[in-house]
């Protein structure tokens, strides 16, 4: 297992790029976190150094500032295809990955219901191997799908322009803070 590696530096939004979303809120770094604005979809996506698409971890606070609707939404690969674990969405509490077996974060066997206090950081960690995608929150486990038995994929809006790896809002003010990446060899 490498190091932690940071891919936000608290200052800017070197090595990410503001995703082309429709009608998007304003994106900027602020008070060392990246505030994604209220709007229809606002999101960056990674443009830094290519990271390996399986057998790594991320880690990073969010918090939501405004809005009832997903504040960090965590698009990433998974092997040759991509999944979102959206966390606050349909109503501010379904925590999920969109997509599994074709249905969304509200509809599959990771869905779960969590309260999310405006304004309050929490610590989420993902990781991802050939055969699972595991997440936790505040070191409490989420999501754990087998890939050997369940095909993840994204969901068919526009999120994509969230790959290869990106935070998206929706509807809703939400910022992020100490990006961080590890190889797991």
């Known amino acids: 297992m490498s ?7 608290g200052r800017s939004l070197a ?10 809120g304003s994106v900027l770094v602020w008070n060392g976190a990246i505030v994604l604005g209220r709007g229809s979809m606002t999101g960056i996506a990674w443009a830094g150094k290519a990271l390996a698409p399986t057998n ?3 880690r ?3 918090a939501r500032l405004e809005g009832k609707d997903f504040f960090a939404a965590l698009t ?15 109503g501010g509490e379904t925590v999920g990955l969109s997509n599994v077996d074709g249905y969304d974060a509200a509809e ?5 219901v969590r309260d999310f206090a405006r304004g309050q950081w929490y610590a989420f960690r993902l990781r991802v191997t050939p055969k699972r995608i595991e997440a936790w929150i505040d070191e409490l486990p989420v999501i754990d799908v087998d890939l050997t038995v369940h095909k993840v994929d994204l969901r ?9 790896l990106g935070f998206a809002s929706y509807a809703t003010e939400g910022t992020v803070r100490k990006i961080e990446w590890r190889s797991l060899g």
């Open 15 to 24: 090595g990410w790029e503001k995703a082309p979303f429709h009608r998007r």
């Open 56 to 58: 790594y971890e991320i």
């Open 108 to 112: 599959n066997e990771t869905s779960t």
């Open 156 to 164: 068919f809006d526009d999120i994509d322009l969230c790959k290869p």
């Open 3 to 9: 190091d932690w590696t940071s891919l936000f530096d």
């Open 60 to 62: 990073f606070e969010a």
């Open 76 to 90: 990433f690969p998974s092997g040759s295809s991509f999944c979102t674990w959206v966390n606050g969405g349909w």
